[in-house]
């Protein structure tokens, strides 16, 4: 089975702190995928990447940026935590081979910026 | 942007009914894909129906899909309490490599 992990269940930070949140997936897959999810707005993308070293803007990418410099891990990062970024962090990964195929997602990191 | 938009927002049925959902979307779309979330879960992909397929079945899961009318419903038979969750829906338009995502069906079964 895939699996798909995610570094902390639930973060709290202050307003400003960098935070970084980490993804592991261990099935070889070359997509994988940040989105945050709030209510009411259902999932939104921020961003992913098709293969080491490359990244792609999704809908929402201010105020985040990405990392992937291995092909297992892929970093989302918030440079300066505001208030507005308090979510539901949902990674994901997918083979490229069937780039449109089912996405395995992590458990979700919940991060409330205070 | 949101391509897909379930229908109800929310629904409640006894144990053992069945239980639809429905799902509409905006452009052409190379295909279309349940997921599940339990409470504060990650989400868990249930079925893929490609656009030039109608029906299809996992289970007590049946998936169609009308192109025509750029919709989708999702059928769970004999319904559990652990089909408890939310239910979203997620398009993969032609020339876009990326999933979209509805904002999801909460359903609830009452044991």
């Known amino acids: 089975d895939v699996k798909v992990t995610q570094s902390s269940r639930y973060l709290v930070k202050r307003t400003g702190e960098k935070v970084f949140l980490e993804c592991v997936q261990d099935?070889?897959?070359?997509?994988m995928f940040w989105y945050r999810q709030d209510p009411g707005l259902g999932l939104r993308l921020i961003y992913f990447?098709?293969?080491?070293?490359?990244?792609e803007k999704g809908d929402i990418p201010e105020g985040y940026s990405v990392s992937r410099e291995k092909k297992e891990r892929f970093s989302l990062i918030l440079e300066s935590a505001s208030t507005n970024q308090t979510s539901m962090y949902l990674c994901?990964?997918?083979?490229?081979?069937?780039?449109?195929?089912?996405?395995?997602f992590g458990p979700g990191t919940r991060l409330t910026v205070t | 942007s949101q391509q897909g938009e379930e229908d109800p927002q929310a629904l409640s049925i006894q144990e053992g009914e069945n239980a639809t959902m429905n799902c509409s979307y905006k452009?052409?779309?190379?295909?279309l894909q349940w997921y599940r979330q339990n409470s504060g879960r990650g989400l868990v992909h249930l079925i893929l129906?490609?656009?030039?397929?109608r029906e299809k079945h996992s289970g007590r899961l049946r998936v169609t899909l009308d192109t025509s009318k750029k919709s989708s419903s999702l059928l769970i038979t004999a319904s559990r309490a652990a089909d408890t969750a939310s239910y979203f829906c997620?398009?993969?338009?032609?020339?876009?490599?990326?999933?979209?995502f509805g904002t999801g069906t909460r359903l609830t079964i009452i044991p």
């Open positions: 997620a398009t993969v338009p032609f020339g876009n490599e990326k999933l979209t």
């Open positions: 994901a990964s997918s083979l490229l081979s069937e780039s449109r195929s089912e996405q395995y």
């Open positions: 099935m070889d897959h070359e997509n």
């Open positions: 452009t052409s779309i190379n295909n």
């Open positions: 990447s098709y293969d080491v070293k490359m990244k």
């Open positions: 129906i490609r656009s030039n397929e």
